[in-house]
């Protein structure tokens, strides 16, 4: 168990700059996640971190004591990359056992050895595959040994890169659910990276969006999903991403689509009258099927054409072309309209998100949303 620190670190390759300014602060026991696409710069942080890259600037602190000049050996963080490496001639438990018999963690017993293993291997799924060589196991299974491996060693930090990456939806979902247990039965200190957005809402305490080497919002995950800080973060989160509808200020109303529609803007916004702003609704939050009629208080409705619909397992993704705006809707089948019907769209004014205007292709940060803010901290 310990606190990590990282300030202004920096790290290029060649012309490349991978790591750009990026500061952490990892408490005790906590499972920190960094989100952010391929190229963000994730691995290259961890392996700063891990000691295993030289990097050009900054500073890290692990349980409390400088990493400046320590051998990885000696920092005390296990790392769990997204390839896997096992001994093809150890079985399992074998495998899984030599970390413990290395030198710095020599004071394992044998009834200790079995027991972190155990533990381990429950919490995995995999005590049954104690006995087999790795060539006997699935890929997915071999991703779990491999990460079992970094788990049964007592470290400060562990250090995890996208170690659910090869398995499948259902076993990822699983593994989640356990990982998270074992975080916090154990008290463990974990920085974990992914591009997985659902990943990374479901297992941090803390999640820190990196783009571009450089972290654009350290939050909880209710706060980064709820107060994205810019449409950069908005459209990490979510899958169809966030609509954003280019709109501008007019008469106290913000008007989308050509001006047909037209949402109230709360004085806590802060727009200015002829503003260029941005909405972003989330395809998840819109609904279909509302009463047509008058909009009542603290709702938007927009009317449109079902251009498109395609089915997602239990849900139907729509393509709905609001006075030539295309808005992405994700409804449940019972709600999904065919192409070509006419439908009414409802959204909570919470759930409307206003960002400032930009060029297209530019992020642009979050001025707040169209109702009450969710996910204020207290
Ligand atoms: N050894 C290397 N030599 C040159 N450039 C590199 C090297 N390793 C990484 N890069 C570059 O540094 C940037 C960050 O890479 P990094 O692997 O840290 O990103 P990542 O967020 O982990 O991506 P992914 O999710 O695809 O693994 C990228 O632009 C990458 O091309």
Known sequence: MGTLKVQ???????????VDGVDLAVENGEFFVVLGPSGAGKTTTL???????????????????????????HRNVAMAFESYALYPQKTVFENLASPLRSGRTGRYGAE??????????????????WERFPRELSNGQRQRVALGRVLVRPADVYLLDEPLSHLDA?????????????GELADITTLYVTHDYQEALAL?????VLRDGRIVQV??????WHQPVDTFVARALGQPEMNLLDGRVDGGRIRVAGGTVSIPVPPALGVQQRQAVRVGLRPRDISTGADPGAEPPGRLRMRGTVRLAERLGRSVEMSVDVAGTPVIVVV???????????????????????????????????????????GKQA
């Not at 202004?8 to 991978?18: D, E, I, N, S, W």
């Not at 939050?219 to 980064?224: G, I, L």
């Open 8 to 18: 202004g670190l920096r790290k290029k390759y060649g012309k490349t700059t991978a």
């Open 47 to 73: 392996k700063c971190i891990a000691g295993l890259l030289e990097f050009d600037d900054g500073w890290i602190e692990i349980a409390g004591r400088n990493m400046s000049g320590v051998e990885p050996y």
């Open 112 to 129: 200790e050895r079995r027991r972190r293993i155990q533990t381990v291997t429950d919490t995995l799924g995999i005590s049954h595959l």
């Open 170 to 182: 259902k076993l990822r979902a699983a593994m989640r659910a356990e990982l998270k247990q074992l």
């Open 204 to 208: 941090g305490d803390r999640v820190a």
């Open 219 to 224: 939050d909880t995950p209710e706060q980064v």
């Open 332 to 374: 449940s089948s019972d709600n999904a309209r065919p192409e070509g019907d006419e439908v009414d769209l409802d959204i909570a004014l919470e759930h409307v998100h206003v960002f400032a205007g930009g060029e297209p292709d530019v992020d642009t940060p979050r001025l707040g949303a169209a109702g009450i803010e969710l």
